[in-house]
């Protein structure tokens, strides 16, 4: 991995953000925690929301400023998410963002396994955008950023579910860059191998299918990605804070990766 990477190793600590506010949602570890660390750097005010109450509890006395929220959220619970975006004062940034579906190759699922993830994934960020936008036009900036995967491009073996319900964010937000009002931006972020309790248990799971040590799955994940090294949270959330700038505003229906260039599709 290499030398630890810190919030202030990277930019935006200039209060940039000052005056706006953010949503992370799935922010108790992983991208979706370097995302309001990064965004509170920024001058943010942040609301983070997941299921676990403790993590973000610790995460938000973590976070750079003050007067950030942290929420208890189960994002497949839909009734609970369309109450929870109807009550948000008023928000500038929303990241959506959740953990992925279970590893495995889509023929052993049934349709009942999409239910719980395209709730968690799409039918969440969709419901949450919604309830925004109105209050983001009246604001008149509006940025919405999408954790989504680099295999919306190039799908990616054992993980068949997730390829799918990906692929779905990756669709939803190029129509909604073509409806939304101008001075609201949409935009994904694909990242690569990152240094998450998420490939952890990927790498457990090809391991535990495979009979191949976890240590030697992940070694020929690097041998296809020209850094070698997995790419630290904190990367990927510099890239969506940029994407949340005032001056990001031309930047509109995108798909960035971050994935340290492994993918070969240009």
Known sequence: MGEELLEDDFPFADGVLEGRAALVCGASRGIGRACALMLARAGAKVVVCARSTEDLHELVQEMHGGGHEAFAL??????????????????????????????????????????????????ASHTITQALVPGMKEAGIGRIVN???????????????????????????????????????????????TDTDRLRSLSDSISERTGKPADEVREEWMRGVPIQRLIDPLETAVAVTWLCLPSSGSVRGVSLAVDGGRMRSI
Not at 167 to 192: F, Q, V, Y
């Open 74 to 123: 189960d994002l497949e619970d839909t009734p609970a998410v369309e109450s929870f975006a109807a009550g948000l004062g008023e928000i500038h940034i929303l990241v959506n963002n959740s953990g992925g579906p279970p590893g495995g190759a889509l023929l052993d699922n049934d349709v009942r396994d999409f239910d719980g993830p395209l709730r968690r994934h799409l039918f």
């Open 147 to 193: 954790i989504i995967s680099t295999s919306v491009r190039e799908p990616i073996d054992n993980i068949g579910l997730s390829n799918t319900l990906r692929g779905a964010m990756a669709s939803w937000s190029k129509s909604l860059s073509r409806e939304l009002p101008e001075c609201i931006t949409i935009n994904n972020i694909l990242p690569g191998f």
